[in-house]
């Protein structure tokens, strides 16, 4: 089945950086588009990057110039770098796959930018 198991997440100073992955299994990984999700405490969850099958990427206006997705399809994973981190990036920082219709996601991973 897919499993999709974020890591990386951590408490950062403002203008840090973190790099997080997510390693993917159970489907073709090189075949899918994989995204980034974030949900701020009392936040609805919201997108933040999406990696294409040809790497082409798109993100989110309020992090774009700051973080960069990209994808290894040697190890099926997919990666979140993060720089010049500020304190409205707190969140739980989610990967996601649309795979057979269904919409699946990890389990989170933490991330907490404060002084």
């Known amino acids: 089945q897919v499993q999709l198991v974020e890591s990386g997440g951590g408490l950062v100073q403002p203008g840090g950086s973190l790099r997080l992955s997510c390693a993917a299994s159970?489907?073709?990984?090189?075949?899918?588009?994989m995204s980034w999700y974030r949900q701020a405490p009392g936040k609805e969850r919201e997108w933040v990057a999406l990696?294409?099958?040809?790497?082409?990427?798109t993100y989110v206006e309020s992090v774009k110039g700051r973080f960069t997705i990209s994808r290894d399809n040697a190890r099926s994973t997919v990666y979140l770098q993060m720089n010049s981190l500020k304190p409205e990036d707190t969140a739980i920082y989610y990967c996601?796959?649309?795979?057979?219709?269904?919409?699946?996601w990890g389990q989170g991973t933490q991330v907490t930018v404060s002084s």
């Open positions: 996601s796959v649309n795979f057979g219709g269904r919409r699946y």
């Open positions: 990696v294409t099958i040809g790497g082409d990427t």
């Open positions: 159970g489907f073709v990984f090189s075949s899918y588009v």
